[in-house]
C-alpha cells in the first residue's frame, strides 16, 4: 500500500450561482482501499466526486492523484489518469447492445482501434474474469437493472482504470447481486485498485470499506477509520442527531376491511410475466413482496397502475381495489415526476383533475401553490421553494415529494414501489415513519422492495415472489433473512 494517498481534497468548495454545494472540503484516500463517503442527500457527496471525475470544475482549492495537482477540463481528462466513475443514474443507452455502450465509451483509445471481433474477445475475458454474467449481444433494455450495473463497471474496467468511483452501487441491486458485487469490489482492492463509495447503507460502510468520511451540509464533519467507528455514530455525524427507535404499532390490522383482492392475475410484457397471482391486502396493514429484481415485481406494479400498457391476450384474472389510490413507483424519474418542471407541478400529478385544484380545465394556481408549500413544509422537503425545478432537488428531496403528493390524499390504499430506493438514512427514517403512521390510520399498504432490511422492519406480512408467481409467505414471528433469501432463490 503506497504511503501516497491515491486521492486528496484540499480547501475544495464549490458554487451553484449563490448556493454553496461544497465548502472547504479536505480529506485523504488511502491507495488500494475502499474508502466510503456518506452523508444526508444533498450533503454534497455527489458534487464531491463528480469534481474527481471531472464533471465539475472546483470554485476554490485543489485535488490531488497520487500526490500531483490535477485540473480536469472534462471526464475525458479524468479517464487519462484511470478514474472511472460508475453513476447512481447509469448513463447507458437502452436500444443499443452491451457492447455498443461500452465501446461507446472507448473512442479514441488504444482498444477502440482493435477489430471488433478481438474488442469483444477481451470483454468477454475481464467479465469472465470478475463473474460478470453478461450478454454483450443482448439489449440494454432487455437486461436487468443488476446486468446494467455490471456493464457501466466493465466499461470502466476496460479502460484499466485504477480509481473507482461508485455512486449508490446497492441502490438497485438485490441481496444476492450486493453481495457478487462486494466480492468483486474485494478482488479489485486485492489487485490495488482504489475504489470510492457513495452509500447511505451503514451496514455496508461497515461491512465493506476501510475508512469513511462523512459529510454533512457540504462540508467534511469526519474522516475516520471504518474500525473506529459504528453505524450509530455515523449516523448521528450525518443527520446531526440520534436516530429514533420506531414505536411499536399500537393499531390492529383491520381484517373486515379488505382493500386489494388480486384473484389468479396473469400479465406479460415483454420478456416479464406474472402468473396465477393472488393476494389480498386489508386496512391498517402492510404487506411486503419480496423477491430478486426480475422476478415479475415490475409487471405487478404495471397491473395494478397502468394494465393498458399490458399485452391485452396475456392478462387474465381480477383486481378488486376498495377506495382512493396513492402511490409512488419504483424509478420515480422514469415513471413518477417531469423533471424539468417545478416542483408544484410535480405535486399536482394525477391531481389536476380534482375541485379543490381545478375548475372545469382551469387550475386553481393559488390553491395548488398553497397545498404543495404546505405538504413540503409537512413532509420536510427541502429548500422550501414551490417554485424551484424538480430535477435540482437531492434524490432525498425528490422522493420525500412524492411520497408526500401520495400520502397527503389519505388514500385507503398505497401502493409503495422501492419507496426509499437510493435516498439517506434520514430521508428512509422520515418515509418509513409515514408509512407506519399511514398504516396505523387505516390505510393498506403493498411494499415492493428489494431491500429485506425495509420489509422486515415495516411488513405484517411478506410474499416472496418468485419466477412470476408467490411461492411462499411469512407472518411477522415467522421472518427469517435466511429463510426468505431461500425462497426468493426458488427454494
Same mark, same amino acid.
Given at each position: 500500500?503506497?504511503?501516497?494517498?491515491?486521492?486528496?481534497?484540499?480547501?475544495?468548495?464549490?458554487?451553484?450561482?449563490?448556493?454553496?454545494?461544497?465548502?472547504?472540503?479536505?480529506?485523504?484516500?488511502?491507495?488500494?482501499?475502499?474508502?466510503?463517503?456518506?452523508?444526508?442527500?444533498?450533503?454534497?457527496?455527489?458534487? !464531491?466526486?463528480?469534481?474527481?471525475?471531472? /464533471?465539475?470544475?472546483?470554485?476554490?482549492?485543489?485535488?490531488?492523484?497520487?500526490?500531483?495537482?490535477?485540473?480536469?477540463?472534462?471526464?475525458?481528462?479524468?479517464?487519462?489518469?484511470?478514474?472511472?466513475?460508475?453513476?447512481?443514474?447509469?448513463?447507458?443507452?437502452?436500444?443499443?447492445?452491451?457492447?455498443?455502450?461500452?465501446?461507446?465509451?472507448?473512442?479514441?483509445?488504444?482498444?477502440?482501434?482493435?477489430?471488433?471481433?478481438?474488442?469483444?474477445?477481451?470483454?468477454?475475458?475481464?467479465?469472465?474474469?470478475?463473474?460478470?454474467?453478461?450478454?454483450?449481444?443482448?439489449?440494454?433494455?432487455?437486461?436487468?437493472?443488476?446486468?446494467?450495473?455490471?456493464?457501466?463497471?466493465?466499461?470502466?474496467?476496460?479502460?484499466?482504470?485504477?480509481?473507482?468511483?461508485?455512486?449508490?452501487?446497492?441502490?438497485?441491486?438485490?441481496?444476492?447481486?450486493?453481495?457478487?458485487?462486494?466480492?468483486?469490489?474485494?478482488?479489485?482492492?486485492?489487485?490495488?485498485?482504489?475504489?470510492?463509495?457513495? +452509500?447511505?447503507?451503514?451496514?455496508?460502510?461497515?461491512? /465493506?470499506?476501510?475508512?469513511? +468520511?462523512?459529510?454533512?451540509?457540504?462540508?467534511?464533519?469526519?474522516?475516520?477509520?471504518?474500525?473506529?467507528?459504528?453505524?450509530?455514530?455515523?449516523?448521528?455525524?450525518?443527520?446531526?442527531?440520534?436516530?429514533?427507535?420506531?414505536?411499536?404499532?399500537?393499531?390492529?390490522?383491520?381484517?373486515?376491511?379488505?382493500?386489494?383482492?388480486?384473484?389468479?392475475?396473469?400479465?406479460?410484457?415483454?420478456?416479464?410475466?406474472?402468473?396465477?397471482?393472488?393476494?389480498?391486502?386489508?386496512?391498517?396493514?402492510?404487506?411486503?413482496? !419480496?423477491?430478486?429484481?426480475?422476478?415479475?415485481?415490475?409487471?405487478?406494479?404495471?397491473?395494478?397502475?397502468?394494465?393498458?400498457?399490458?399485452?391485452?391476450?396475456?392478462?387474465?384474472?381480477?383486481?378488486?381495489?376498495?377506495?382512493?389510490?396513492?402511490?409512488?413507483?419504483?424509478?420515480?424519474?422514469?415513471?413518477?415526476?417531469?423533471?424539468?418542471?417545478?416542483?408544484?407541478?410535480?405535486?399536482?400529478?394525477?391531481?389536476?383533475?380534482?375541485?379543490?385544484?381545478?375548475?372545469?380545465?382551469?387550475?386553481?394556481?393559488?390553491?395548488?401553490?398553497?397545498?404543495?408549500?404546505?405538504?413540503?413544509?409537512?413532509?420536510?422537503?427541502?429548500?422550501?421553494?414551490?417554485?424551484?425545478?424538480?430535477?435540482? /432537488?437531492?434524490?432525498?428531496?425528490?422522493?420525500?415529494?412524492?411520497? !408526500?403528493?401520495?400520502?397527503?390524499?389519505?388514500?385507503?390504499?398505497?401502493?409503495?414501489?422501492?419507496?426509499?430506493?437510493?435516498?439517506?438514512?434520514?430521508?428512509?427514517?422520515?418515509?418509513?415513519?409515514?408509512?407506519?403512521?399511514?398504516?396505523?390510520?387505516?390505510?393498506?399498504?403493498?411494499?415492493?422492495?428489494?431491500?429485506?432490511?425495509?420489509?422486515?422492519?415495516?411488513?405484517?406480512?411478506?410474499?416472496?415472489?418468485?419466477?412470476?408467481?408467490?411461492?411462499?409467505?411469512? +407472518?411477522?414471528?415467522?421472518?427469517?433473512?435466511?429463510?426468505?433469501?431461500?425462497?426468493?432463490?426458488?427454494?
Amino acid at each position: 500500500m503506497s504511503t501516497t494517498p491515491a486521492v486528496e481534497f484540499r480547501g475544495i468548495s464549490k458554487y451553484f450561482g449563490t448556493v454553496r454545494a461544497n465548502s472547504d472540503l479536505s480529506f485523504k484516500v488511502t491507495a488500494g482501499t475502499i474508502h466510503g463517503i456518506v452523508g444526508e442527500n444533498g450533503a454534497g457527496k455527489s458534487t !464531491a466526486m463528480k469534481i474527481l471525475f471531472g /464533471l465539475y470544475k472546483p470554485d476554490e482549492g485543489e485535488v490531488l492523484v497520487h500526490g500531483k495537482p490535477v485540473h480536469f477540463h472534462s471526464s475525458i481528462d479524468a479517464m487519462a489518469h484511470k478514474i472511472g466513475m460508475v453513476h447512481q443514474h447509469f448513463m447507458l443507452a437502452e436500444p443499443f447492445t452491451a457492447l455498443d455502450n461500452i465501446l461507446l465509451q472507448q473512442k479514441g483509445s488504444a482498444f477502440s482501434v482493435l477489430p471488433r471481433a478481438e474488442q469483444k474477445a477481451r470483454l468477454h475475458e475481464i467479465a469472465q474474469r470478475y463473474g460478470f454474467d453478461i450478454n454483450l449481444d443482448a439489449k440494454v433494455e432487455d437486461l436487468s437493472v443488476g446486468a446494467q450495473q455490471r456493464i457501466e463497471i466493465l466499461k470502466i474496467l476496460s479502460q484499466d482504470s485504477e480509481i473507482l468511483i461508485l455512486d449508490e452501487p446497492t441502490a438497485v441491486l438485490t441481496p444476492q447481486e450486493v453481495q457478487d458485487l462486494f466480492k468483486n469490489l474485494l478482488r479489485l482492492k486485492e489487485e490495488g485498485k482504489t475504489i470510492l463509495i457513495i +452509500t447511505h447503507k451503514l451496514k455496508e460502510v461497515m461491512a /465493506l470499506t476501510d475508512e469513511v +468520511t462523512v459529510f454533512r451540509a457540504g462540508q467534511v464533519i469526519a474522516n475516520k477509520k471504518t474500525s473506529e467507528t459504528s453505524p450509530a455514530d455515523l449516523a448521528e455525524m450525518m443527520v446531526g442527531r440520534r436516530l429514533q427507535n420506531p414505536k411499536e404499532r399500537s393499531t390492529k390490522v383491520d381484517t373486515s376491511k379488505e382493500v386489494l383482492k388480486i384473484s389468479n392475475l396473469c400479465a406479460e410484457q415483454g420478456n416479464h410475466k406474472i402468473h396465477d397471482v393472488c393476494l389480498n391486502v386489508y386496512a391498517r396493514e402492510i404487506v411486503g413482496v !419480496a423477491g430478486v429484481e426480475g422476478n415479475g415485481q415490475d409487471i405487478l406494479i404495471r397491473a395494478l397502475l397502468d394494465r393498458h400498457a399490458l399485452d391485452k391476450k396475456s392478462f387474465s384474472g381480477s383486481i378488486e381495489v376498495n377506495g382512493k389510490v396513492g402511490s409512488f413507483p419504483e424509478d420515480r424519474l422514469r415513471f413518477g415526476v417531469l423533471p424539468s418542471r417545478p416542483v408544484w407541478e410535480n405535486f399536482l400529478l394525477g391531481q389536476q383533475k380534482l375541485s379543490r385544484f381545478a375548475r372545469g380545465i382551469f387550475l386553481k394556481k393559488k390553491d395548488i401553490l398553497k397545498a404543495t408549500k404546505e405538504a413540503m413544509e409537512v413532509y420536510d422537503v427541502r429548500p422550501r421553494n414551490e417554485l424551484h425545478s424538480f430535477e435540482k /432537488l437531492s434524490g432525498g428531496n425528490q422522493q420525500k415529494l412524492v411520497v !408526500a403528493r401520495a400520502l397527503s390524499q389519505s388514500p385507503d390504499f398505497v401502493i409503495a414501489a422501492q419507496p426509499t430506493r437510493g435516498v439517506d438514512i434520514g430521508a428512509i427514517e422520515f418515509i418509513h415513519n409515514e408509512l407506519r403512521r399511514c398504516r396505523d390510520e387505516g390505510s393498506g399498504i403493498l411494499l415492493i422492495s428489494s431491500e429485506l432490511d425495509e420489509l422486515m422492519a415495516l411488513s405484517d406480512r411478506i410474499a416472496v415472489l418468485y419466477k412470476g408467481r408467490f411461492v411462499a409467505e411469512f +407472518t411477522r414471528s415467522q421472518f427469517d433473512e435466511i429463510a426468505l433469501g431461500a425462497a426468493m432463490g426458488g427454494a
